[in-house]
């Protein structure tokens, strides 16, 4: 019940509305009595003609209530009967308008507290958790709980209320036939603890499916061109299909007990009828009952029986619904691994140094292998550059994430001008640097807002500088409707080094005093690189730039080149002073040109 008390904490700033809601219910529920009990003189004074008067002894201050007489009571039953089924409609409709805002508010705060929560997720969440599980639990299983509260709750209290009125109506009528009719009261509940039970694991199951089938849906999209271009459409298809057919299945279970409870009630209701036939025989032949107060009896017990199966399959349902609340606050409560000092400090304008001491970092704390980076110290004066090299998986990306604290150091510690970067806020820290990457990440908007993404409201002249210094300006303005132009998802709508040119230009307008470029041109042509390359010696300017960077022509100008090899520094110096030192720099250099000129050479 854990998974309610949280949800419940949701609900609680509502609770004015909720307990309005409650005396609606309560009252169509009194008024379900009334309508009920009317059923007793219809049955004695109209149908049975002139029965015994037992049924109105036990309902007089009802019936001197609504004046009912032998002259006028088919009138007063029949117009009773309309004015509360109006009452009790008014009710109804109010409080089902009020449980539901209050569901839907809760569903609110609970997919925003959820979304917030992700976003503050570092780097290694994501690493871990794929995009279609994520959006499973945004989406999918806070969709079961907007069910949930909005509908099952509201329907799950009336019917409750419902209930208690009925179980004291019947008990007022004659409390012995009701002890009778409620004989099958302990089979239903264990029948419906037991298919609840089942109904939350199989929801769990259920979800955890739609969660897979999602992630195949994202990723197919995500990489249409290199499913079309390996021609994998067919595997692609079948992967679908049979993530589909095993949600099928767990569906259907939970189908099956739902299909299976109502069944289940209506039997175990008809098999208590049978003892309470006999008893109400005696009784009426006795003349201790009227044919119309059975009648009434009977008519309750049928009202009652009603919310009674309707709760059992709403207690399924519920379970259901708890699976995805349990999905969701694992969610909520997954470990933020970037978190904030208690008290942060406010880093001031960057002025001096960016210092790594003796820094290690592993993605995942084992013993048993060796860190990602080992041992790192460097010292990076304002304005300087810096470039990071070495083979593949050697730390270089790695490194300059920790910068930014998208990664936190295992050890060691990073300061930028003498304080340690975790004792400062990120707002603070991440607003002081610009980072482009080889993937840029474009969003499906304008070029305009692409631009300004982060800088909030930029005048249009400040935008265009920025686009003119990142060569970009003329291309944009080439487009229908220029820089009011949307460039698609991801920028698809634009060519690789259009996109790099984009978020230059984005990096430019934030004006950041620390700059990080990390294979900003591997993936581009000769003719691109070129722009591109003008680009980033505009937006290097006066910056402290750490490069990292496969091509070693695009960082022979740099102040200091870094060497790493399976995560330690090996080589540190410029361009010159590493290839005289005959090391690994020159290795990699000479090797680079030697594949460069075999390519020329190839026939």
Partial sequence: MGEFRRLLSYVRPFFKVLAAAFVLLALAGAVEILINALAAPLFDSVLASGGSTVASSRLRFIYEWLGITEENVLWRVAWGLVLFTAIKGICVYFSNYAMTYVGQQVVVALRTALYDHLTMQSLAFFSGNSTGRLMSRII???EKLQESVSSTLTDFIREIILLVFLIGWIFYIDWRMA?????????????????????RRYGG???????RLSNILQETISGQRVVKAFCMEKYEQDRFRKSALALFQVNLKTVRLLALNSPLIE?????GFVPLIAYASLMIKSGQMSFGMFGAFLFALGRLYDPIRKLSRMHVQVQQALASASRVFELLDTHREIREAAEPRVLPPFSRSIEFREVCFDYVRDDTRPAVLRDISLEVGKGQVVALVGASGSGKTTLVNLVPRFFDVTSGCIRVDGQDIRGLTLASLRSQISIVTQETFLFNDTFRNNICYGCGETAQEAVEQAARAAMAHDFIR??????????????QLISGGEKQRIAIARALLKDAPILILDEATSALDAESEQLVQKALANLMCHRTTFVVAHRLSTIRRADRIVVLKEGRIVECGTHDQLLEKEGIYQRL??????????AFDAP
């Fill in 205 to 211: 199951k259920s979800q955890e499916s739609l969660a």
């Fill in 478 to 491: 080439a487009t229908p409707e220029g820089y009011d132009t949307v460039i698609g998802e991801r920028g």
């Fill in 179 to 199: 002890l009778l009719a409620l004989l099958v009261g302990p089979p239903i509940l264990f029948s419906t603890v037991e298919l609840g039970k089942r109904a």
């Fill in 140 to 142: 999918s299983d806070v």
């Fill in 589 to 598: 250099f000479r090797l680079q040109y030697e594949n460069i000129d075999r």
């Fill in 267 to 271: 039997f175990l209701g008809v098999l």
